[in-house]
């Protein structure tokens, strides 16, 4: 399928989002020409970096940094509205990718967020594309919500974890989207990167703190509230985007397991790329 147009629905789902990357290598290896993105949390995360013609700086970037760096990033606040206050990760992306108007893009691109007093989505496709980001990726209880007229805006997943509404009026041959929250699949292993010992200084303890927060439950232990909180909003999240994809099917659909890794696992980039790669190369494999 060579040389055909594509719109690409980028999911929800933290970390795992960092397969988009080896999905959007993938289909462009294969000759899709991507001409319209939706996104939501870091669907439109990763999908605003490419429309912006700077996921190749990305990926080298996000390939590179530990855990160490991840901490650096986050700007804690210990607000009540969120333990993160965004703006340091925000600022460095924009050193990054540049300081880009959605409008101004090559590619035609639209974020989703949601709207927790009117219980709506909003899609995002002019203005500032890092303030659309930052919009969508305000996971509740980790980023503090972003203030939109006399409301809030968090994380787009809460209310449409695949996205595919704001890409039927693209003049595309075919609609393609990324679930990030498939089904588990048993005995997938994602390695981590081995990093030295440190002493465990007040950001270790920090960091610790945050991981225990995130940290999937893979090893039978009691689960604590936010690991509940967690495994809720993946569940709800995989519930919905089942029946998004059931009413409004795409031509195609890849599928990323929720068990991949945990929400906060950044420094795994490595490993799901590539496993982005093979289960974009697998789907393509089926529409030759």
Known sequence: MKDQSISLVLGSGGARGLAHIGIINELERSGYKIESISGCSIGALI?????????????AWVR??????????????????????????????????????????????????????????????????????????????????VPYRDSFLVDGGILNPVPIAPCFNDQTDQ????????????????EERHEEETDLSFKERVHSFVEKLYKSDEEGRSLSMYDVAHQAFDTMQGTIARQKLAAYPPD?????????????????????????????????????
């Open 47 to 59: 999908g605003g970096v490419y429309a912006a013609g700077k996921l190749l700086e990305f990926e």
């Open 252 to 288: 195609g659909v890849i599928e990323i397991p929720r068990n991949a890794c945990g929400i906060l696992e950044f420094h795994k980039a490595e490993p799901l790329i590539e496993l982005g790669r093979q289960r974009a190369r697998a789907f393509i494999a089926t529409l030759d």
């Open 175 to 190: 609609i393609f989207a990324v679930n990030l929250g498939g089904a588990v699949e048993h005995g997938l292993f994602i």
């Open 64 to 145: 590179a940094i530990d855990k160490t760096d991840i901490l650096s990033l986050l700007d804690l606040t210990w607000r009540s509205d969120g333990l993160v206050k965004g703006d340091k990760i925000m600022d460095t992306l924009v050193q990054l990718v540049g300081n880009w108007k959605i409008e101004d893009l090559p590619i035609r691109f639209t974020a989703i967020a949601a709207d927790i007093d009117d219980e709506k989505e909003v899609w995002m496709s002019s203005g500032s594309l890092f303030d659309a980001i930052r919009a969508s990726i305000s996971l509740p209880m980790f980023f503090s919500p």
